[in-house]
């Protein structure tokens, strides 16, 4: 009888592995849900500090829930000194993503909460390390530039206090603001590829600080959370909206990838894309130069365009594309742009382990285990046989 041949779903697209109450994401439609709230109603009214806690709590907090949870983040932002000294001694050019990413299981060992098993130690260490996130990032970008890291404010929200730890100055309120929207569309997004892998070391039982550390690798990659970077070097590479025409037929016709565009989820437009372009215009205006707005603009027609011609269907943004020209406008290093990512996505991550360590919606086997098709030899109908090293 002829051996049964696996069912093949390469790179897991189509299989759901798990049921979650933490987001939704419709491709179809263009529809981003956190826990239940629709992310396009929840950008520009709501803090990155509420959606922190909608998704570790489930559900919006009151006034003072939300005063009180703020102040838990401000005065868990502080990183120990042990973690800056050790930064201090990395070489100055390591990339961002890797110097945040090496910094995590480090403080784990500081978390006094580390070795207990119940929820609420769980979202305390969640709370730290959100909290704990900018803070690194920051500091990183000051040391590598021979500066010395500037102690958080309590009084500042998460956001612009991220921004004053960057640039030992305080934003104003469009920017911190701008901000703050960028970190609250980029909080969560379902099942994606760091996410996974978040969950998938957290269903080993290992803690928090394991899981977020293979997040964080997953993350740095540029067919993900690496692509506002890339998207931001391109933008820069080609220069001039002149030149968009001539770059697009190029990289289409040697098979190449136009960063920013493209999603293995949405068939229309990303949601949160079309809510940080007019922020990036309004920064492009504000600094009287909308050359980056202008560029990203006739890249994002251009390319859809070229794309449909060429492949015979559409293409839209994602969330990469216009948030790459939005922190360039707030004078943000570009490297730095996938660690904001992080900054932020560190919620929907801590969620998504509490729910896979404390019980998602639905029971699933504990251990994420699947299985692969060996397509390797067995030197004909049976194992290869052994041969002694004197003998090969
Ligand atoms: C995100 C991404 C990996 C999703 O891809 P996907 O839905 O799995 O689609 P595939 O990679 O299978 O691509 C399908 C086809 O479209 C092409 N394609 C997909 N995105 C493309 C892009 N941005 N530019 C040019 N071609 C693209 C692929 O080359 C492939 O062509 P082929 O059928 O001739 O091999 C892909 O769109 C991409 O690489 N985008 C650029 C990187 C990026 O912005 N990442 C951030 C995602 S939020």
Redo the contacts with the bound molecule.
């Keep these: 009888m002829e051996a049964c041949k696996p069912v093949l779903n390469t790179?897991l697209?189509g299989v759901t592995i798990a049921s979650t109450k933490i987001s939704d994401v419709k491709g179809a439609e263009g529809k981003l849900v956190y826990r239940g709230y629709r992310v396009k109603d929840l950008a520009g009214k709501i803090s990155f500090e509420e959606v922190v806690y909608l998704l570790l709590f489930e559900q919006l907090p009151d006034k003072e829930a939300l005063a009180n949870f703020k102040q838990q983040i401000a005065e868990q932002r502080a990183v120990p000194e042990e973690i800056l000294t050790a930064m201090k001694a990395m070489p100055k050019d390591s990339l961002p993503m890797d110097v945040l990413q090496a910094t995590v299981p480090m403080m784990a060992n500081y978390d006094p909460d580390l070795r207990k098993t119940d929820i609420n130690s769980a979202t305390r260490m969640a709370v730290r390390l959100t909290a704990r996130f900018a803070t690194i990032v920051a500091a990183w970008d000051r040391i590598r530039n021979g500066k010395d890291p500037v102690a958080p404010e309590p009084r500042l929200s998460q956001a612009a206090n991220f921004l004053y730890m960057l640039n030992d100055e305080l934003p104003d309120d469009e920017l911190a603001g701008f901000m703050d929207t960028g970190l609250v569309l980029h909080a969560e997004h379902s099942f994606?590829a760091s996410t996974f892998a978040a969950r998938e070391v957290a269903s080993t039982k290992a803690h928090l600080y394991a899981a977020v550390a293979a997040a964080v690798g997953s993350l740095s990659g540029?067919?993900?959370g690496g692509?506002n970077t890339?998207?931001m070097q391109m933008l820069l590479e080609i220069g001039e909206v002149g030149k968009v025409d001539d770059y697009v037929t190029n990289?289409?016709d040697t098979?190449?990838?136009?960063?920013?565009?493209?999603?293995?989820v949405y068939q229309v437009d990303?949601p949160r894309a079309r809510i940080l372009e007019p922020m990036s215009l309004s920064l492009g205006k504000r600094a009287g130069d909308t050359r980056w707005y202008d560029l990203s603009k006739a890249l994002e027609v251009k390319?859809k365009a070229a794309?449909k011609k060429k492949?015979g269907k559409d293409?839209f943004v994602?969330?990469?594309?216009y948030s790459a020209s939005l922190y360039y406008y707030m004078g943000i290093a570009v490297d730095l742009f996938s660690p904001i990512f992080a900054i932020s996505r560190i919620a929907g991550w801590s969620a998504h382990v509490i729910e896979e360590q404390f019980g998602g919606a639905a029971a699933k086997p504990t251990l994420y285990r699947p299985e692969s098709d060996y397509v390797g030899d067995y030197c004909g109908p049976d194992e290869c046989q052994f041969v002694p090293m004197d003998e090969r």
């Design positions: 790179g697209r994606n540029p067919l993900h692509a890339r998207v990289i289409l098979g190449g990838v136009i960063m920013g565009l493209g999603h293995a990303d390319g794309f492949k293409i994602n969330v990469d594309f």
